[in-house]
């Protein structure tokens, strides 16, 4: 449950006049980033659990001086998901040439991984595209993107980030509406692109807008048998409606993602504070 001060703050985000701008360009950029990336790192961006380790492998990286397949099982636990899920990453990311191991004779849990600078790369571009749309109104965000990379920032803004989680903060509750689409491969494009089609201006920000299933299928990597399994669970919880024309998101759903949205604006403003990247609000 959020606290009345945090929600009045997500609420003055929302309320800002280019926050549907914001929401717009994150979308879109993300989903162009998507298709431009082969197969195998397009597989980092395609469900939660892929994204969230491959964070947790490069924090780890960062903050230890390397990475083992025990320490990501260790991080996993803690918080994003199973052990077992985590060696699941390391053996799909190492048979995909995004991690190898060292190459020495202990047991393959503790030994030190090396992380192929793609996988790197790949989140860091998906970390500007959000601080880009979080500029847009939170005007100490302006220059950040622009600022930070592999060698400066990046890894000190993860961190924060990883911080403000396991301190607890209320920024990373999520409404079950979203959690439902970021915890399946390809989820979290098929919000993008429903939200990416509807119109950003403020009168008409929480309609929803008819999409096809051939170029959501795409748009998200996945077959049109996958995405018709996840619409028809989608549609018993009525979060989307599907109809001869088209697919449709239901207004609570678009409304949880604006919600969700300004959430990960506010987490990108107080991990720059927390990691010295920006001065001090006064």
């Known amino acids: 449950m959020l606290t009345p001060a945090v929600e009045a703050r997500l609420a003055t985000l929302m309320a800002h006049p280019r926050f549907g701008e914001a929401i717009g360009y994150v979308t879109r950029e993300d989903l162009a980033l998507f298709a ?160 990416a089609a509807r119109s950003h201006t403020p009168a008409n920000r929480e309609k929803a807008f008819a999409l096809g299933r051939s170029k959501l299928a795409a748009a998200m990597g996945v077959s049109r048998i996958h995405l018709n399994r996840l619409l028809a669970d989608a549609e018993e919880r009525a979060y989307v409606k599907v109809q001869a024309e088209g697919i449709t998101l239901s207004t609570d759903c678009s409304h949880a993602y604006d919600h969700f949205m300004a959430r990960l604006f506010e987490i990108a403003f107080q991990a720059a504070t927390l990691a010295g990247l920006i001065p001090l609000r006064a």
């Open 36 to 195: 431009s990336l082969p197969t195998s790192r397009q597989w980092l961006l395609k469900d939660l659990y892929a994204l969230s380790l491959a964070l947790a492998a490069i924090m780890l990286q960062f903050l230890n001086g390397q990475v083992t397949t025990a320490d990501l099982s260790g991080a996993a636990t803690a918080g994003t998901c199973s052990a077992n899920r985590a060696r699941g990453f390391v053996e799909k990311a190492r048979a995909l040439g995004l991690i190898s191991f060292s190459p020495d004779e202990r047991i393959w849990t503790i030994r030190p991984l090396t992380l192929n600078p793609s996988l790197t790369t790949t989140v860091l571009d998906m970390t500007k595209i959000s601080l880009r749309g979080a500029s847009m109104i939170i005007p100490e965000l302006r220059d950040l993107a622009s600022q930070i990379d592999v060698n400066h920032g990046f890894h000190q803004l993860l961190a924060a980030g990883a911080m403000m989680s396991i301190a607890g903060s209320e920024l990373f509750e999520e409404e079950p509406q979203i959690t439902f689409f970021t915890g399946r491969v390809g989820g979290g494009r098929f919000l993008e692109s429903m939200t």
